[in-house]
C-alpha cells in the first residue's frame, strides 16, 4: 500500500491578505465603513457653532479641548437629506494628512469590523450615483455588507 498523506487544517492556511479594521456607522438604513486609522476621537452630538458663508454641509464648529475643529453632516455631504439629531448621533473627529482634524456627523456608530482583502470587492464607479464616489469598495461580513468610504475623496472640497 502505498504512502498515505494526511492533510491537517494547519497546511490550508490561506493568505487573506492584509486586515483593515473599519468603523461601521450608519447614515440612514445604510452602514458605511471608515477605516480605524483615520478616527481620531468619537464624541456626542454638542452645541455647533455656526460659521458664515460655508457651504450646507458645513455645520460649523466645535471646541473640543481647547482645538477648533469643523464639523461636516455626512448626510448632506453624500446627498442625502438632513435628519435631525438622536441619542445615538455622533460626530466622528478624523484626523487627515491634509486636512488636520475635521468632525463628521453620522446617524449611529455601530461597531468595529475586521475585514481582510478578500472580504473586500471593489466597486465600478458610476458617474449618476452621487453616494458611489466616495465608495471605493464593499465589505462582505457574516451578517451584512459594508460600504466602504474613501475618506480623502468626501474630504475634497470639490466632493459635492
Known amino acids: 500500500m ?5 492533510i491537517t487544517n494547519a497546511d ?3 493568505d487573506e491578505g492584509e486586515k483593515v479594521q ?3 456607522i450608519k447614515l440612514g438604513n445604510e452602514q458605511y465603513g471608515i477605516d480605524i486609522k483615520y478616527i481620531d476621537n468619537i464624541v456626542r452630538m454638542q452645541s455647533i457653532t455656526r460659521v458664515p458663508h460655508v457651504p450646507e454641509y458645513i455645520k460649523g464648529v466645535i471646541n473640543l479641548r481647547g482645538e477648533v475643529i469643523p464639523v461636516l453632516n455626512l448626510r448632506l455631504k453624500m ?3 438632513e435628519i435631525e439629531d438622536t441619542k445615538a448621533s455622533r460626530i466622528i ?3 487627515l494628512e491634509q486636512y488636520g ?4 456627523i453620522v446617524d449611529e456608530v455601530r461597531e468595529v469590523v475586521t ?4 472580504q473586500i470587492e471593489k466597486v465600478a464607479y458610476d458617474n449618476t450615483d452621487e453616494k458611489q464616489k466616495f465608495v471605493f469598495g464593499v465589505g462582505k461580513t457574516e451578517s ?5 468610504l474613501d475618506m480623502n475623496v468626501v474630504c475634497a472640497e470639490n466632493g459635492k
Not at 144 to 148: A, F, G, N, T
Open 115 to 118: 475585514l481582510s482583502e478578500v
Open 101 to 104: 482634524l475635521l468632525g463628521f
Open 93 to 95: 473627529i478624523l484626523k
Open 22 to 24: 473599519y468603523i461601521v
Open 144 to 148: 451584512s455588507l459594508i460600504s466602504l
Open 2 to 6: 502505498a504512502d498515505e498523506v494526511r
Open 12 to 14: 490550508l492556511i490561506v
Open 79 to 81: 446627498g442625502l437629506e
